[in-house]
């Protein structure tokens, strides 16, 4: 079955661009939308955004200003890049293969076992 | 933007018992959109129900989800010791994609 892995600095100082990678294995990256979703400590999930295989993205009206997700199918991975992080970015960052038909469904099927970035100086 | 707020924040059952978890939405939703997750501590959320109703694979048939409209629902029909974990409801849509979950703590 699909296994994803998530990769990428634990710890990031303040104002600074949180960049993490998620690995897909056992899987194409195509012909799916891939999405990033985090969960500070002690709290719920929030999702970030998605992307499809062919690099069209749809972000979190949260995160808009300050994110980027990047497709690279040739090494069947998928980035995040979160601009101008605070200590509020501390969160344990998840990637997830999303399934999506619009008007039928939105879920997340496949998770990585997710990463804690840490923001702090 | 829609909300979803689940009730109640924590259900205190025995083995055995059935559970009842609610996720409310703040407007109708397109209940295609609906589904529901298991996160146990320090693991990644696992899908359960999907399309409102739709149980994902391998997830066991205690396990139900109904609703349409504003009104969730996901049922546990008789609780094992794994099931005691925190459930999450989640819908496409707005910036809160996903409820602030329900605990489901051993009594």
């Known amino acids: 079955q699909v296994q994803l892995q998530e990769s990428g600095p634990g710890l990031v100082k303040p104002s600074e661009t949180l960049s993490l990678t998620c690995t897909v294995s056992?899987?194409?990256?195509?012909?799916?939308?891939w999405s990033w979703i985090r969960q500070p400590p002690g709290k719920g999930l929030e999702w970030i955004g998605y992307?499809?295989?062919?690099?069209?993205?749809n972000y979190s009206p949260s995160f808009k200003s300050r994110v980027t997700i990047s497709v690279d199918t040739s090494k069947n991975q998928f980035s995040l890049k979160l601009s101008s992080v605070t200590a509020a970015d501390t969160a344990v960052y998840y990637c997830?293969?999303?399934?999506?038909?619009?008007?039928?469904?939105?879920?997340?099927?496949?998770w990585g076992q997710g990463t804690l970035v840490t923001v702090s100086s | 933007e829609i909300v979803l707020t689940q009730s109640p924040g924590t259900l205190s059952l025995s083995p055995g018992e059935r559970a009842t978890l609610s996720c409310r939405a703040s407007?109708?939703?397109?209940?295609?959109?609906l589904a529901w997750y298991q996160q146990k501590s320090g693991q990644a959320p696992r899908l359960l129900i999907y399309?409102?109703?739709s149980r994902a694979t391998g997830i066991p048939d205690r396990f139900s989800g109904s609703g349409s409209g504003t009104d969730f629902t996901l049922s546990i029909s008789r609780l094992e010791p794994e099931d005691f974990a925190v459930y999450y409801c989640?819908?496409?849509?707005?910036?809160?994609?996903f409820g602030q979950g329900t605990k489901v703590e051993i009594k």
């Open positions: 997830a293969r999303t399934n999506i038909l619009t008007g039928y469904y939105f879920y997340f099927d496949y």
């Open positions: 056992s899987g194409s990256i195509s012909d799916y939308y």
């Open positions: 992307i499809y295989y062919t690099g069209s993205t």
């Open positions: 407007q109708i939703i397109n209940s295609g959109y």
């Open positions: 399309g409102a109703s």
């Open positions: 989640q819908q496409y849509g707005s910036s809160r994609t």
